[in-house]
């Protein structure tokens, strides 16, 4: 009996260290932490379905994020499939040039953490998948805090590891547009 009561109070021990260690690891900054901020209420209104994309629905909540995870030589994300051209599912216009852009275009649009309020507007970046890679420029943000609205399509809110693309960049690299969702790596050129 003595045995079986020191494990156990080995056991409880040891998942109080652990648990610690991981409370204190998740909270130090720069090891790529990023933790949902809030919900948005959600509002269905004209959502337009080229790419058949998620539409908000009345009253469902949807996790909203200011952060992205650390930007690396490597970046792993979930690339979407986005048209920027005009009454496309894209929304309004680019946010970093206020204009639209053919679906022919290598153009992407990055959640809000890797955004970074506009920081990258313009550049490029390299996009690999499939064995294949290509560079294309940052044009707008894939809004991680607000949605569900006109500006927005009235789809909800990215999520915090999106490079949102062109049709273009999917034909690029060899990916089957009706997937429509594809684990990538990002860099920086």
């Known amino acids: 009996m003595a045995t079986v009561r020191a494990l156990a109070t080995m056991a409880v021990f040891l998942l109080a260290v652990l648990s610690t260690s991981h409370i204190a690891s998740s909270l130090r ?10 919900y948005l209420p959600g509002k269905s209104g004209n959502c337009e379905k080229s790419n058949d994309p998620d539409c908000c629905e009345d009253g469902k909540r949807y996790l909203q994020y200011h952060c992205s995870p650390p930007v690396t030589a490597a970046t792993k994300a979930v690339l979407t499939l986005n048209s920027f051209e005009k009454a496309k ?18 153009v992407v649009a990055l959640s809000t953490g890797w955004f970074k309020n506009m920081a990258r507007c313009g550049h490029h970046i390299k996009i690999t998948a499939n064995g294949r890679s290509v560079h294309a420029k940052v044009v707008d ?16 809110p990215c999520d915090n590891n999106i490079v949102d693309a062109s049709p273009a960049v999917w034909d690029a690299l060899g990916l089957d547009q009706n997937i429509g969702m594809e684990g990538i790596t990002w860099s920086e050129d």
């Open 29 to 38: 900054p720069g090891l790529g932490v990023c933790h949902a901020s809030g």
């Open 89 to 106: 599912d894209g929304g309004g216009p680019s946010e970093c040039d206020n204009s639209y852009h053919s679906d022919k275009e290598l």
């Open 141 to 156: 943000e894939c809004d991680s805090v607000y949605g569900c609205d006109d500006d927005h399509n009235f789809e909800p």
